[in-house]
């Protein structure tokens, strides 16, 4: 079992920044690959970003490329989710997620219970 807290969410104007965290607990934290997903309201859940165990390799959705930076430090058992140059259309619960292993877009097995991240415009 892992379980993720997600922390660092809040109002913010357009072009601004924000940090998202997740904290981990649980297992051997390097174990496992870690994913940002979000949902504005009345839409599908989707994929922003994702980063391997180790840190090595990262992957990022069309609509944050260039924008959203996702790091982790497994020391602290944490994943951090830069986000710059934000837009009103980034307004969503975001939430992380991990799975033992392989990175990718889907398939997670641990969820967070979101952070609330509002862009106005």
């Known amino acids: 079992q892992v379980q993720l807290v997600e922390s660092g969410g809040g109002l913010v104007q357009a072009g601004g920044s924000l940090r998202l965290s997740c904290a981990a607990s649980?297992?051997?934290?390097?174990?496992?690959?870690v994913g940002w997903f979000r949902q504005a309201p009345g839409k599908e859940r989707e994929f922003v970003a994702a980063v391997s165990g180790g840190g090595g390799r990262t992957d990022y959705s069309d609509s944050v490329e260039g924008r959203f930076t996702i790091s982790r430090d497994n020391a602290k058992a944490t994943v951090y989710l830069q986000m710059n140059s934000l837009k009103p259309e980034d307004t969503a619960v975001y939430s992380c997620?991990?799975?033992?292993?392989?990175?990718?877009?889907?398939?997670?097995?641990?969820w967070g219970q979101g952070t609330q991240v509002t862009v106005s415009s």
């Open positions: 997620a991990a799975q033992y292993g392989r990175m990718g877009r889907n398939n997670y097995d641990y």
């Open positions: 649980g297992q051997v934290f390097s174990n496992y690959a």
